[in-house]
C-alpha cells in the first residue's frame, strides 16, 4: 500500500522535479555561501597554477629526449673514404696531402696572367668537391660498396690530375713570359 503512495507521489509531482543538471558555477556559488555561513571552507582559485603546469611538461620533454638518445642509435650521413679500412685512410691522407700541397703551388706561383686559368680550375674543383660529398653519403646508403669507394678514389685522382694540368699550364704560361722578355731585352 505504501508503494502505491509513493507512486502516486511522484506522478503527482512528476512535472515539478527538477531533472537537470546543475550549472557549472552551482559548486562555486555552494562554497561561496558555505563560507558565508562558517568561515571555514576557503574557496578554490579560478587561478591556475602555471608552474607546475610547465614543471611537468619540462619533465616529459626531458624524459623523451633521453629515451630518443639512447634508444635511436647514432647514424651518421655521411662517411669518409677513411671509415672503410686502414688502407683506404692512407689513400686519403696521400690524396688530401697532394691537392693541398698542388692548391699551394698554384697560389704561390699564379699571376694576373693565369689568374683566368685559376679561376676557371678551382670552379671545376668546387663541382668536384661536391660530388665527393654526394659519395660520401652513397658510401652510407651503399654500405661500404666497392663501386662507391672506386668512385670516391677516381674524384681524388680526377681533382689531383686537374690541379696538375693547371700548375703544368701555369709554369708554361711563366716559362713563355720570361722568354719572351728575355729576348725583349736583348
Known amino acids: 500500500m505504501k508503494e502505491d503512495n509513493i507512486d502516486q507521489l511522484f506522478k503527482r509531482m512528476q ?13 562555486i556559488r555552494f562554497l561561496e555561501k ?38 635511436i642509435p647514432n647514424i651518421s650521413v655521411e662517411a669518409e673514404l677513411a671509415s672503410v679500412s686502414p688502407q ?31 679561376t676557371d680550375a678551382m670552379t671545376q674543383m668546387e663541382k668536384l668537391e661536391s660530388d665527393y660529398e654526394t659519395l660520401k653519403k652513397d658510401l652510407v646508403r651503399s654500405q661500404n660498396d666497392k663501386r662507391v669507394i672506386s668512385a ?13 694540368e693547371v700548375l703544368q699550364k701555369i709554369n708554361d704560361i711563366n716559362k713563355y713570359k720570361l722568354s719572351k722578355n728575355e729576348n725583349s731585352i736583348l
Do not use: C
Not at 512535472?15 to 559548486?27: N, V
Not at 597554477?49 to 619540462?58: D, E, G, H
Open 15 to 27: 512535472d515539478q522535479l527538477d531533472i537537470h543538471e546543475p550549472s557549472s558555477d552551482h559548486k
Open 34 to 71: 558555505l563560507q558565508l555561513q562558517n568561515n571555514a571552507i576557503p574557496l578554490p582559485s579560478k587561478k591556475r597554477n602555471w608552474y607546475n603546469v610547465f614543471a611537468v611538461a619540462a619533465s616529459i620533454a626531458i624524459l623523451f629526449g633521453i629515451a630518443t638518445t639512447m634508444l
Open 88 to 118: 683506404m685512410q692512407e689513400t686519403q691522407s696521400f690524396f688530401t696531402s697532394a691537392i693541398q700541397t698542388q692548391l699551394e703551388e698554384i697560389n704561390k706561383i699564379s699571376s694576373a696572367e693565369t689568374k683566368e686559368l685559376v
Open 152 to 164: 670516391m678514389i677516381k674524384n681524388f685522382q680526377k681533382r689531383a690530375n686537374l690541379l696538375e
